[in-house]
Every structure is written in C-alpha cells, then in structure tokens.
C-alpha cells in the first residue's frame, strides 16, 4: 500500500503541541486538504487515548520484532489490529474484545485451540467444533 491510495482518506490529524511539529510539518498536510487539530495547551488527557494505544503497539508489537520495510510494518500492524479489535480481553466490557463477534463459552464442556499471530507473539484461543 504506498502512500497515494490512503492519503485521499485522511480528513483530519490531531497531534499535541510538541516543539517537533514545525510550520512545515502542518504545510505539507494543509496542502492536500487535510485539516491539522491541536490538542487544548496543558491538557494530557485529550491525547490520552492516542497515547495509550501508542504505547499497547509499541509494548505489545512492535518492540518485539524487527521491522524490516513500510510494508512489513503495515502488515504487522494490520493483523495486530485485527487482534486488538477482535480478540483482546477488554477490562470494561467484561473481559469480552472490542469487537462483539465473541461469544463467552463454557470452557468446561468445551475443547479450546491456539493460534498463533505474528509468528508466535501472540496467541489467540478459539473453540473447536
């Protein structure tokens, strides 16, 4: 996937008020249409949610492997999505993922396989028929 078939998508980037995004940074995005948002000054947590997802990728992927190209990384992080959105444990939703296409089993009367996501870094659990 190279850059012109998703940056037609992007209508929007929120970004802090770091020291590292300079006017020209903001230049190249206002360029193609994309409106630049700021996050309110001395307010943490409306980056929160960002950060917090930064930092499950970069915890839980990224820090683990070798990324070897942009391709690589965009299809480490696709199927890392699809985990963290369809089969994670979430703590508020009762340890069921993101995603409700889960169902909660009875692991007593049922047989339970693992598969593993990016080559062993993860295990996901499912039933077997």
């Not at 360029?31 to 960002?50: D, K, L, Y």
């Not at 993101?98 to 996901?124: A, F, K, S, Y």
Request: glycine share 6%; with cysteine.
């Amino acid at each position: 996937m190279d850059a012109e078939s998703w940056i037609e998508q992007i209508r929007f980037l929120i970004r802090d008020r770091d020291s590292k995004f300079v006017a020209g940074f903001d230049a190249v995005f206002t360029s193609i249409g994309v409106q630049i948002v700021t996050t309110p000054p001395r307010a943490p947590v409306a980056n929160c949610f960002a950060e917090r997802w930064v930092g499950s990728v970069r915890r839980e992927c990224t820090d683990r492997m070798p990324i070897f190209s942009e391709r690589h990384l965009q299809k480490v992080l696709a199927e890392y999505i699809r985990h963290y959105n369809g089969h994670r444990p979430h703590r508020s939703l009762g340890q069921r993922p993101p995603d409700p296409r889960c169902e909660v089993v009875n692991l007593e009367q049922t047989r339970v396989t693992r598969r593993t996501i990016l080559g062993g870094l993860i295990n996901e659990y499912t039933q077997v028929a």
